[in-house]
């Protein structure tokens, strides 16, 4: 099947999608992957399917490909998945049986699998060290020959599963931007990026740890100013004891 075939039938399942099911009354099942859409070459990763109490089964699909069925009344099912080849499109779905017809699929999640390409670089602006309501700029950015065409970026935060941004571009670089950074913005940040139509990403590139402050850099400099204050009165003062004592 060519890819042109192949992705008209996934448009497709895409446009079917977005019919209600024939009860209507159906829940949409979610899907999520554990321990993260965001996995090493190589590694084992579950796709969790969540349904209604009810559904008798889960069916798992890679893109316009069915995959695995489980039957079970649980109402959610795990997938055990190992990332063997990585030039799938990568967009995974579930859907489950409640008699007398399949649900509507979830919504697709993408399954990114890093290590196939070098690492980008990665710069953040104005620094790693910022104040509570700066606006912080994270630059990804990638030295290759010509010949890709279009690349997707994917901002990552230690902790967080789901990348927090994505940028697709033409260029080899994407800006992404933290808008008027609060303490919970603090973290471990990275990046990395794919070619546009296949799960294989690159490599993440190093990892930066942003810190957020209170202060910002005018309130350091009139603190430090009003200690410097504070000392030099307390010298003045010392001095004009010693002196009065000495006289
Ligand atoms: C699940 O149930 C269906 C229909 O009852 C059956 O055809 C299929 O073989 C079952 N699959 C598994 C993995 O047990
Ligand atoms: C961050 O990016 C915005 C928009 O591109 C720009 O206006 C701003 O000056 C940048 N800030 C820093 C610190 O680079
Ligand atoms: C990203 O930022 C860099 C450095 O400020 C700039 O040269 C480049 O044009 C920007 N690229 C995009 C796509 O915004």
């Avoid at 009003?226 to 003045?236: D, E, R, S, Y």
Wanted: charged letters at 20%.
């Amino acid at each position: 099947m060519s890819p042109t075939v192949a992705s008209l039938l996934c448009l497709g399942l895409w446009l079917g999608q977005k019919i209600p099911s024939a009860e209507g009354e159906l829940f949409r099942p979610s899907i999520r992957a554990v321990p993260g859409p965001v996995v090493p070459r190589g590694a084992e990763v579950s796709f969790s399917c969540q349904g209604p109490q009810g559904s008798k089964s889960f069916q798992l699909w890679e893109d316009e490909n069915f995959l695995l069925q489980i039957n079970t009344t649980r109402g959610e099912a795990a997938f055990p998945f190992s990332v063997k080849g990585a030039n799938a499109k990568g967009h995974y779905r579930c859907r489950y049986w409640q008699g007398p017809g399949w649900s509507e699929f979830s919504a697709p999640l993408r399954l990114l699998v890093t290590g196939f390409f070098c690492r980008p670089s990665f710069l953040v602006r104005p620094g790693i060290l910022v104040a509570a309501g700066e606006t912080v700029n994270l630059t990804c950015q990638i030295f290759l020959a010509s010949g890709i065409s279009k690349l997707t970026f994917f901002l990552l935060k230690a902790g967080v599963p789901d990348p927090l941004q994505f940028q697709s571009t033409e260029e080899k670089v994407a800006n992404f931007t933290l808008p008027s950074v609060k303490a919970e913005d603090a973290g471990d940040y990275s990046c990395i990026y794919l070619v546009e139509g296949r799960r294989r990403a690159s490599d993440p590139s190093e990892v930066l740890r942003l810190e957020v402050t209170d202060y910002t850099t005018d309130n350091i400099v009139s603190l430090s100013l009003a200690g410097l204050v504070l000392l030099i009165l307390g010298v003045v003062l010392a001095e004009a004891w010693y002196s009065h004592r000495g006289s």
